[in-house]
């Protein structure tokens, strides 16, 4: 490929994995993190990270592995891939973001079971050389992670009406200063740090992410037609 065609392919690999085809607000994957672990946006954003630093690494290996791998046998061992990467990312948190990782608790090891990595995995990274799959991993997960900081986000301040509350107690001292309260104590509605609430915002965020596509959409093809 020519240096333009590889950027192509870079930037429609961060659009997609951003927001085209974002696994939680397009292909409605990884539900399960995303509806227990958005109570607050601290926790969908600690969430997110250490998924997307699994699918990335997950991927590169793939891509590295991929003419080694039979079609027969290919399940087990992404599954497995997936799973040292999980291990090693739980080790980590438990050594160095011990608050977090208390947090997340079995959320964490239960990546391996996501269906977003393995997603990616099979429709990606198997065909891909090892730089765009990771690329692709890396943006899937950080695709994640935006989805899961915005819905921990809306459900956190209009439930408790605070942003990133205990930041620093779950990530370090450096992330006080993005800890906030924007609503009286007593003002928030307790239903939306319960599960109902993130299947309320979870659907709510898909409505306005569709809007703003045919939105896009009709711009573009009124462009065009102008330009004819």
Not at 59 to 70: D, E, G, K, M, P
Not at 87 to 103: F, G, I, Q, R, S
Not at 111 to 135: D, H, M, T, W
Request: aromatic share 8%; glycine share 10%.
């Amino acid at each position: 490929m020519s240096n333009a065609e590889n950027s192509n392919q870079y930037s429609t690999i961060v659009k997609d994995g951003l927001w085209d085809n974002n696994g939680v607000f397009s292909m409605l994957l990884g539900m399960c993190p995303t509806m227990a672990m958005t109570t607050s946006a601290t926790n969908g954003f600690g969430m997110g990270l250490a998924t997307a630093v699994v699918m990335g690494a997950s991927s590169y290996l793939v891509a590295v592995f991929r003419n080694q791998i039979t079609t027969e046998v290919r399940i087990p061992v992404y599954i497995l891939i997936v799973a040292a990467m999980v291990t090693l990312v739980d080790l980590a948190m438990n050594a160095w973001m011990h608050e977090l990782y208390k947090v997340l608790g079995l959320f964490i090891p239960l990546i391996v079971s996501n269906c977003l990595p393995l997603a990616r995995l099979e429709a990606f990274a198997a065909k891909q050389p090892p730089f765009p799959a990771l690329l692709d991993g890396l943006f899937m997960g950080l695709g994640f992670t935006i989805a899961l900081t915005a819905i921990g986000a809306v459900r956190e301040i209009i439930g408790s009406g605070t942003l990133f509350a205990d930041a620093s107690l779950l990530l370090g001292n450096s992330f006080k200063v993005i800890e906030m309260r924007l609503l009286p104590a007593d003002m928030g509605v307790l239903m939306m740090i319960l599960p109902p609430g993130g299947f309320i915002v979870t659907g709510l965020l898909v409505v306005v992410k569709r809007v703003l596509d045919l939105r896009a959409g009709k711009e573009i093809q009124m462009a065009g037609a102008h330009a004819v």
